[in-house]
T-cell receptor, first 116, second 111 residues
């Protein structure tokens, strides 16, 4: 049973380009979470999705960032017109049931985005 | 809504010394508590969790944590650390609707 798969592991984009980060949850998991980790900072929650639904996007910047988790295929975190401040590690986690309670979240290895 | 405070951002310690990483939380409802470890350039992996029952929880790699309801704490301990324990450690608190992470504690084990 493969774990949470994120790709690419490293992504370099020039300012103004788009970044697409992919996350395939563990088999049987229908809940996906995205977190951002800035250098020397902790994990910041961005968005929580179930299949085809955004449940909580309270941590997402209002502009340029979007996320989806379609019925088929991986979850995508999309950053348009990237800026240097978007450089960070982006982690995806998945769980078999809804957020909270005694449900453990399983994390991917992360995508390290560098904006040059 | 709950919150999590990790009191130390960095903890340097010598190899084979004991270590305690502190975590305090606030919540108006019953919670579940987790410690995750993040090795350099890796994702987070679960170290241990408290769901119910015994307040002393044992995890992987010789770590343990004690849930103290009156002090609203869930401190992580190891009696003798190794160089390989150098990593970032995150405390997390979950209630019925949400999971929140602390800011992390960077443990550096020196020879």
């Amino acid at each position: 049973n493969a774990g949470v798969m994120q790709n690419p592991r490293h992504l370099v984009r020039r300012r103004g380009q788009e970044a697409r980060l992919r996350c395939s949850p563990m088999k049987g998991h229908s809940h996906v979470y995205w977190y951002r980790q800035l250098p020397e900072e902790g994990l910041k929650f961005m968005v929580y999705l179930q299949k085809e639904n955004i449940i909580d996007e309270s941590g997402m910047p209002k502009e340029r960032f979007s996320a989806e988790f379609p019925k088929e295929g991986p979850s995508i975190l999309r950053i348009q017109q990237v800026v240097r401040g978007d450089s960070a590690a982006y982690f995806c986690a998945s769980s078999p049931s809804r957020r909270g309670g005694n449900t453990e979240a399983f994390f991917g290895q992360g995508t390290r985005l560098t904006v040059v | 809504a709950q919150s999590v405070t990790q009191l130390d951002s960095q903890v340097p310690v010598f190899e084979e010394a004991p270590v305690e990483l502190r975590c305090n939380y606030s919540s108006s409802v019953s919670v579940y508590l987790f410690w995750y470890v993040q090795y350099p350039n890796q994702g987070l992996q679960l170290l241990l969790k408290y769901l119910s029952g015994s307040t002393l929880v044992k995890g992987i790699n010789g770590f343990e944590a004690e849930f103290n309801k009156s002090q609203t704490s869930f401190h992580l301990r190891k009696p003798s650390v190794h160089i390989s324990d150098t990593a970032e450690y995150f405390c997390a608190v979950s209630d019925n609707n949400d999971m929140r992470f602390g800011a992390g504690t960077r443990l550096t084990v020196k020879p």
